[in-house]
């Protein structure tokens, strides 16, 4: 069964093009380690919550644009794997130290899916 690191993050909404390239360069990278799908999402409809939400979440401040991505991966094994080539890659720290926002208030986690559908 697949399975999908999820991400959340807060980025300058000035950076978005940066942002898109720096995407790009990474659904490349992924993609050579085994994943399979690579998805980032450009908040547009996002609104503050009053006990919590997206905005809430990463902390965002007024000049920023909240981020969700997913990276889906084969299997957990195949992700595994992926993750400590990418620890061991001098090519990945290259890439991840000019990151157009800021990293510390970045989550993001691994998840296995219990329904996965498409719909035509």
Avoid at 90 to 115: C, H, L, T, Y
């Amino acid at each position: 069964m697949s399975y999908v690191d999820g991400f959340l993050l807060a980025v300058p909404t000035a950076n978005r093009e940066e942002y898109r390239q720096m995407a790009l360069k990474g659904a490349e990278y992924f993609k050579s380690l085994g994943a399979t799908e690579f998805v980032e999402c450009w908040g547009d409809d996002v609104p503050d919550g009053k006990v919590t939400s997206f905005p809430m979440s990463v902390k965002l401040q007024e000049d920023e644009t909240v981020v969700f991505s997913w990276i889906v991966w084969p299997s957990k094994e195949v992700r595994a794997k992926g993750h400590a080539a990418m620890h061991e890659s001098s090519q990945a720290e290259e890439w991840m130290k000019n990151m157009p926002f800021d990293g510390m208030r970045m989550m993001f986690g691994g998840f296995e899916p219990i329904v996965d559908l498409t719909f035509d």
